[in-house]
């Protein structure tokens, strides 16, 4: 029996690293892929996000090496104007279409998203979503599917559901990150900080 490839976007934020287990725990072979869009928190991010890849690679059979794709991205944010309210034009699309076209050269057809909908974003639903993957399969020539398995649930929910055995004290969602000595820390100020802090120790 053959495996099943996967790649998942990855940013080593909450909901991108319990789907991260959710598919290993599946069975799949995952290809994770960390998007850069010129944002000012990224580089600490990424270094966090490849921090806890190799973690997690220590502990679980399946998991591919991380890459980095680059996308320009369709309007600058910056981190003082950076809220749950902003909506970022083609966010989604920027970030399937960077790891699709990355993921074709490898024979991958699937691209997981941790995607919740819960902020009302014309490109963050699974109406959105469906219409995006007919999209990409015309322009592939292949049955591309967008995995979408946290769409319509609560923060609250997937770490409830989904994160035992996660490392959620590992992950990083800032606007604002910062070095101290060898440590990545986030600024636990920002929207973002608020959203993890709130759930980071519901895991069962």
């Known amino acids: 029996m053959s495996v099943v490839k996967v790649s998942v976007l990855f940013s080593g934020g909450v909901e991108s690293t319990c789907l991260l287990y959710y598919l290993l725990r599946k069975?799949?072979?995952?290809y994770p892929i960390y998007v850069k869009a010129g944002y000012p928190w990224e580089s600490l991010e990424l270094e966090n996000a490849l921090n806890l890849w190799k973690y997690i690679r220590r502990k679980k059979k399946g998991l591919m090496p991380l890459k980095v794709v680059r996308v320009i991205a369709a309007e600058r944010v910056y981190m003082v104007n950076h809220s749950k309210d902003l909506f970022i034009p083609l966010r989604n699309l920027s970030l399937i279409l960077s790891a699709l076209?990355?993921?074709?050269?490898?024979?991958?057809?699937?691209?997981?998203v941790g995607s919740l909908g819960i902020y009302p974003f014309p490109d963050n639903n699974a109406d959105y979503m469906k219409r995006l993957e007919g999209l990409l399969s015309l322009g592939t020539g292949r049955d591309v599917r967008i995995l979408i398995p946290f769409m319509g649930l609560e923060k609250e929910?997937?770490?409830?559901?989904?994160g035992k055995g996660v490392p959620l004290h590992m992950t990083l969602s800032c606007v604002k990150p910062i070095r101290s000595k060898s440590k990545i820390i986030p600024c636990g100020e920002c929207e973002k900080c608020k959203e993890r802090e709130s759930v980071i120790g519901l895991s069962p």
């Open 27 to 30: 069975g799949y072979l995952v």
């Open 101 to 112: 076209s990355l993921c074709v050269q490898r024979g991958i057809y699937q691209v997981a």
């Open 157 to 162: 929910e997937v770490v409830r559901v989904y």
